[in-house]
């Protein structure tokens, strides 16, 4: 009798076997397409500065060179730019809470942010059109090519293509 009660563990039967594998693959199916929704929805960023296409269809160095340009007409970068524009900003925020109010006070605050973001603008193109005069008629023409093609795919999918350009 002491030969007939063993110490057994207990098996698992396969049915129960099936069904929890089952479940951790319907599981994980269903984490991917969360997180492929997710990948596939978040676009770029503006605040990155690569929304323009002309700049993301630039090689490295060009880009880095008119990012340089850009950050000597601003005077430090991004924090640079965005106390520019915090200042720009809260001259609207204050034109607005002004009583009466006072339409040209805020048209002014407005002209003043507006100001401030056309001189990094103009200081982005000026860095392009350098760029663009120092290359060959070659390197204008595969960035033209490069240009074509990203319209050809539409703004909105360019950025979810892998980054073809010379690194």
Do not use: C
């Amino acid at each position: 009798m002491a030969e007939t009660m063993k110490d057994t563990k207990p098996k698992m039967s396969r049915k129960l076997k099936v069904l929890l594998i089952g479940s951790l693959s319907v599981n994980l199916l269903v984490a991917g397409l969360f997180v492929g929704a997710i990948l596939l929805h978040s676009g770029p960023s503006d605040v990155g500065g690569h929304s323009d296409l002309l700049l993301r269809v630039l090689d490295k160095d060009d880009r880095r060179a008119i990012g340089s340009a850009v950050k000597e007409a601003q005077g430090g970068g991004r924090r640079a730019f965005w106390a520019g524009q915090k200042a720009a900003l809260g001259d609207v925020a204050i034109a607005l809470k002004a009583e009466p109010y006072d339409g040209a006070a805020v048209q002014a605050a407005l002209a003043r942010k507006s100001a401030h973001m056309s001189q990094t603008r103009n200081a982005a193109e000026t860095a392009m059109l350098a760029r663009f005069e120092a290359m060959s008629g070659a390197e204008r023409a595969a960035l033209a090519e490069r240009l074509e093609a990203a319209l050809a795919r539409g703004l909105k999918s360019d950025w979810k293509k892998k980054d073809t350009r010379d690194q």
